[in-house]
């Protein structure tokens, strides 16, 4: 099965010559995603938003490739404040509550841009 690939809207994929999705197979992953907004602007708001927004544009690029919230086996998340934990991970379970993917979430000094404070990533195994 040949690799096939699908984009989004990040400035940052042209720029820096990566996709925003690959599938391999039965397999999807998906790149680091911030909360970038179809202008390219960052997504306003807490981190509850910054998240929501992230993981839509993660979720689009799995149901692109064939995929699911049912099939996402994995996730990680990296964040500015430990303080945002419980929110992120809130969210989280807006999207996977029924899938439970193995998570990460990972304190980090600083993300791309300043006013991020989440990137996530995901994997999904597709059974077909």
Not at 84 to 89: K, L, T
């Amino acid at each position: 099965m040949p690799i096939k690939r699908t984009q989004g809207t990040s400035p940052y994929e042209a720029k820096y010559g990566f996709s925003r999705a690959v599938r391999k197979s039965n397999r999807i992953l998906v790149a680091g995603t911030g909360p970038v907004e179809e202008d390219g602007s960052s997504t306003p708001g807490d981190a509850a938003a910054q998240t929501r927004r992230c993981f839509e544009i993660a979720m689009k690029a799995i149901r692109e490739l064939g995929g699911s919230a049912a099939d996402v086996v994995r996730t990680r998340m990296y964040i500015t404040d430990p303080a945002d934990g419980d929110a992120i991970g809130q969210v989280h379970a807006e999207f996977f509550a029924d899938a439970k993917p193995a998570a990460t979430m990972v304190v980090v000094a600083a993300l791309l841009r300043p006013e991020w404070r989440v990137e996530i990533e995901a994997e999904a195994q597709l059974n077909a």
